[in-house]
């Protein structure tokens, strides 16, 4: 979890692997808009080439009387599925959003790497 000094917010996971990720990415998207005053969930998008698969929803909302926006998606790389959720005041969320993608790259490819295994004696 990375916060921003704006309140920003953005998470990175690792989680189980699922057979359906549309179905896992909606019910997580559900359950992280489940807080919010007044949510909205938008339409699912949806990528998928030979390497990675996702599903994308974002999420209007309330916290108390602050206007949030969240975008979470759900990804397949390969064998490995994370799930990220960002979040950020309405009026800059925008901005803010191709930085927390960078971010979001780099934490996933520092936990898609295999922890380092040492020698038995």
């Known amino acids: ?5 704006t309140g920003a917010s953005l998470l990175v996971r690792r989680v189980m692997p ?3 990720l549309a179905k896992y990415a ?9 807080p919010l005053g007044f949510a909205k969930l938008g339409e699912p998008q949806f990528f998928k080439d ?3 698969e996702w599903v994308q929803y974002e999420i209007v909302g309330n916290r108390l009387s ?8 759900a990804l397949r790389r390969d ?19 191709t930085e927390a993608q960078g971010i979001a790259t ?4 520092i936990i898609e790497a295999p922890p380092l295994r040492r020698a038995r004696r």
């Open 66 to 73: 602050d206007h949030r926006r969240l975008l979470y998606r």
């Open 50 to 52: 030979s390497h990675d």
């Open 18 to 20: 699922t057979k359906d």
């Open 106 to 109: 780099s934490v996933q490819a």
């Open 79 to 97: 064998t490995n599925f994370f799930e990220f959720v960002f979040e950020a005041g309405e009026d800059r969320f925008d901005l803010l959003l």
């Open 26 to 34: 909606q019910l997580q998207a559900e359950r992280v808009m489940s």
């Open 1 to 5: 979890m990375l916060e921003h000094s």
